[in-house]
């Protein structure tokens, strides 16, 4: 009997097959068939192992379960089934799809985003012994305790050097069952992981808090002058009722660490450890009870009342307005519900930061999700979401894809930020959008909320798709900063500039360091020098696998790429003519602080950027000093503007405002609007009014304007006009099409080839194509197509199934082997 007419008899039919999603980038599921003794454990959304190819074992999902099986191909059978119950929730899938289909790459490329990847097990994937004692090993089965034997020697394992050991495919349970006893580690990566900040307070011991008491210690320290003054600042300060910090008390007694130190040592001083937030301005111990201000009361009323009618509100509330505490009281009401809630930061820094808080009100219902934590505690948390043991998670973008079970709130904070839109790799989803659906999914509600709303949300709430509710006023009554814009070319004809830095802001410097406090300048381009240029023959160093300048860092006096990684030596000579009349060109931040050094040698100045702040707790470290006053200036890129705020400062800088609204993309009057603002907002204390210097080759511009009037509407006013007239977002879909190939002309031609077999159908929308900005990265080069969709009268769904039939005769034809398509839906 031939295999066909085997496969498909009666006794074949009523064998069970299962729709299996592999953790690759396959535009199907893959059929298995299920062997009679695996038949009672498959179940949607439960792993399986597969064999895939040769030689290649993955974890997969079960996506469906049928008796009906493949009509082109045998169905292989399935080896094992690690779980016993899914380990996706309940609709999950559903939310997949939904991301594979509006974001146009598969169903493969959403689960490795999603899932942990200690829940990936594949061929490939790495195991290592945990730092477990040699207790409970005696408990190991043989094959387990062999497994845990061949660690100790090797150290590290692939799951295919198991199954060598072994001598069987089906290890995938047992290293399960390893992973979950804590004998072994999978994919482990030691990355940094949350510490809240914890802040050292004195106070007079108890002996000395009378009247004879403080008497007889400040005769005993007589011949101490210092802790003798440290003590009488300490009574001093004791009066106004606040809380003492090791710091506060060596600025106002003008003493030194060490009488601080024999002051404690002595019992003098009694030392006190508190959680604190860097929220609100200055370092507040976390009260976990508060009072809205009568702006808030307002707000919040205002939310619950347009929850009965909209599904999204976007709160529009300016920086330091109190936003964190409404998301607080309306989480509490999500909760009493017995609901849970994802609450999206756009940074990892940000979810750490906000933690601090939120774990006071909220204790261990509380969880955080984000890269930055190893792949065992993503695991971790997966599973306590699944159960529903975790009722609020807090998170980074990549926390959406979690298997909620029952959300009753989602929100999104900074909804305008960038950083929640994934590039590479596929999904290239934006958190915020897939956000709305999942809430959808749960009949739950959402909230945005941001001091400069993107222009497409504002849009909608304006259309009255979403509910809009505005908080205008500062916490605490304090003021918007002042703005003050500096024309560089003037100054510099006056010759009033000082290298980088003009006489205003010079000046700025000197009078906020003179009362003790704070300054931060922002250079968004991090490094010394962006690019280096012969002055003989003009020649530019550039990578050798990307189309871009080299940009020259200090601190390893190297050249670096900052697309590929590339580095070589810092260019001495000129490789073209030979001369040594090599200029810098430019200046990131690393020249702003070298610049500021020779200027004002007295000042303590730190860096907060890609480079500070790679290593463990590096942006903690740099965070930590400043907010300690052990600097006086941070120079930092866009990382300063994140939501950040410090008690002491009360000037900001801005260096260069130019290459920020100068930028090639339809978003940057928008962008730059937003990042100014939001700097800006980093300004200015509960007593003090703060202070914005704008440096600039364009002082009329009518964004600087706009920034400077605090002028939200009229931004989205002009911005809703221009995208209106030339075909963009709001009123306009954006799909982008990047063709990449090694050969220049190839690329070339099948991008020609691609965007006429579109024109074919969609006609005049298809644009390109065209290189872009950085034409060539990693050794292949780029050529884009756009497609503008008009959101009227046509359905995208279409759109999309017609793309996709370009894409499979594009790939059909062999003159486009090779060549690799990226469709990026929403791109920008």
């Not at 050292?200 to 007589?222: H, Q, V, W």
């Not at 082997?817 to 791109?827: H, M, Y």
């Amino acid at each position: 009997m031939s295999s066909a007419s085997l496969f498909h008899s009666a006794d074949a039919r009523k064998t069970l097959f299962v729709e299996v999603i592999l953790p690759l980038s396959i535009a199907k599921s893959y059929t298995y068939r299920v062997p009679d003794a695996l038949r009672g454990n498959v179940k949607i959304g439960v792993r399986v192992i597969v064999q895939f190819g040769k030689n290649r074992i993955y974890a997969g999902i079960i996506e469906h379960v049928t008796e009906e099986g493949p009509e082109r191909y045998e169905a292989k059978y399935i080896l094992d089934v690690v779980d016993e119950e899914s380990i996706v929730a309940a609709g999950q899938l559903d939310f997949w799809r939904w991301i594979a289909d509006y974001y146009m790459c598969h169903l493969g490329d959403v689960m490795q985003a999603a899932l942990p990847a200690a829940l990936k097990m594949a061929s490939e994937t790495k195991i290592r012994a945990a730092d477990s004692e040699e207790r409970g090993r005696s408990e190991l089965s043989d094959k387990a305790f062999l497994v845990m034997d061949a660690l100790d020697v090797a150290g590290e394992l692939r799951i295919s050097d198991v199954i060598k050991i072994l001598g069987q495919k089906t290890v995938f349970p047992l290293l399960k069952n390893l992973f979950d006893k804590g004998f072994i580690l999978i994919s482990e990566e030691i990355k940094q992981r949350y510490k809240p900040k914890v802040k050292t307070f004195l106070r007079l011991a108890s002996m000395y808090n009378d009247s004879e008491g403080k008497r007889t210690i400040l005769d005993e320290l007589n011949r101490a002058p210092k802790q003798q003054d440290a003590v009488l600042a300490l009574l001093q300060l004791q009066k106004q009722d606040i809380d003492i910090s090791r710091q506060l008390l060596m600025e106002t007694s003008g003493c030194g660490a060490g009488a601080i130190t024999a002051l404690i040592d002595k019992g003098v001083f009694e030392v006190e450890e508190k959680v604190v937030s860097r929220f609100q301005g200055s370092d507040i111990v976390l009260q976990k009870d508060f009072k809205f201000s009568t702006p808030q009361q307002q707000a919040f009323d205002q939310i619950n009342q347009l929850f009965h009618e909209k599904e999204v509100v976007l709160l529009h509330g300016v920086t330091a307005s109190g936003k964190t505490q409404l998301y607080i009281r309306l989480m509490e009401q999500v909760l009493a519900q017995g609901q849970g809630v994802l609450f999206l930061l756009p940074e990892i820094a940000l979810t750490a930061q906000i933690t601090e808080r939120l774990k006071l009100y909220f204790g261990d219902e509380l969880g955080v999700y984000h890269s930055k934590f190893n792949d065992n505690e993503r695991a971790e948390m997966w599973y306590k979401v699944l159960r529903g043991e975790i009722k609020i998670i807090v998170g980074a973008r990549s926390a959406v894809l979690l298997p909620f079970k029952d959300l009753g709130l989602v929100i999104v904070d900074e909804e305008h930020e960038s950083s929640y839109k994934q590039y590479e790799p596929a999904p290239r989803y934006h958190a915020r959008d897939a956000a709305i659906y999942l809430a959808n999914t749960h009949q739950a509600k959402v909230l945005l909320g941001s001091a400069t709303p993107s222009v497409e949300s504002f849009y909608n709430a304006k259309a009255d798709k979403f509910g809009l509710v505005t908080l205008s006023e500062r916490f605490g009554e304090v003021e918007l900063p002042a703005i003050e814009i500096v024309h560089v070319t003037e100054e510099a004809r006056k010759d009033q500039m000082v290298n980088y830095f003009s006489k205003t802001l010079v000046q700025g410097i000197q009078d906020a360091v003179a009362r003790k406090e704070q300054i931060i300048l922002f250079q968004n381009r991090r490094g010394h020098t962006p690019f280096l240029q012969c002055k003989t023959c003009g020649y530019v160093a550039k990578c050798v696998q990307c189309d871009v300048s080299l940009t020259y860092h200090k601190s390893s006096n190297l050249l670096h790429c900052h697309y590929c990684g590339f580095s070589e030596d810092n260019m001495q000579l000129c490789p073209a003519c030979g001369s040594t009349h090599v200029e810098n060109k430019g200046y990131g931040t690393e020249r702003i602080e070298e610049e500021l050094e020779l200027l004002m040698p007295e000042l303590r100045i730190g860096r907060l950027d890609l480079d500070t702040t790679r290593g463990k707790d590096g942006f903690q470290k740099v965070i930590t000093a400043f907010d300690e006053h052990e600097y006086d200036v941070l120079i930092g890129t866009q990382m300063v503007a994140k939501g950040l705020d410090f008690g002491r400062v009360n000037l900001i800088g801005i260096i260069n405002a130019d290459s920020m609204i100068n930028f090639p993309d339809f978003r940057s009057y928008e962008r730059a609007f937003s990042l100014f603002s939001q700097v800006a907002g980093r300004a200015g204390r509960r007593q003090t009014q703060g202070r914005v210097i704008i440096q600039t080759y364009s002082p009329n511009h009518r964004v600087l304007e706009q920034v400077v009037q605090h002028d939200y509407l009229s931004m989205f006013t002009e911005e809703i006009t221009e995208r209106k007239n030339y075909h963009y977002p709001p009123f306009y879909r954006l799909i982008r099409l990047d063709v990449k190939h090694a050969d220049q002309d190839k690329c070339l031609d099948s991008a020609n080839k691609l965007a006429n077999l579109l024109r074919t159908t969609l006609e005049k929308r298809v644009l390109g194509p065209e290189q872009p900005l950085v034409a060539r990265i990693r050794n292949n080069y780029i050529q884009t197509i756009t497609l503008k969709v008009e959101r009227k009268d046509i359905s995208i769904v279409k759109v999309k199934e017609l793309i996709r039939q370009a894409l499979v005769h594009f790939e059909i034809d062999k003159k486009n082997s090779g060549v690799r398509v990226v469709v990026d839906v929403d791109p920008y």
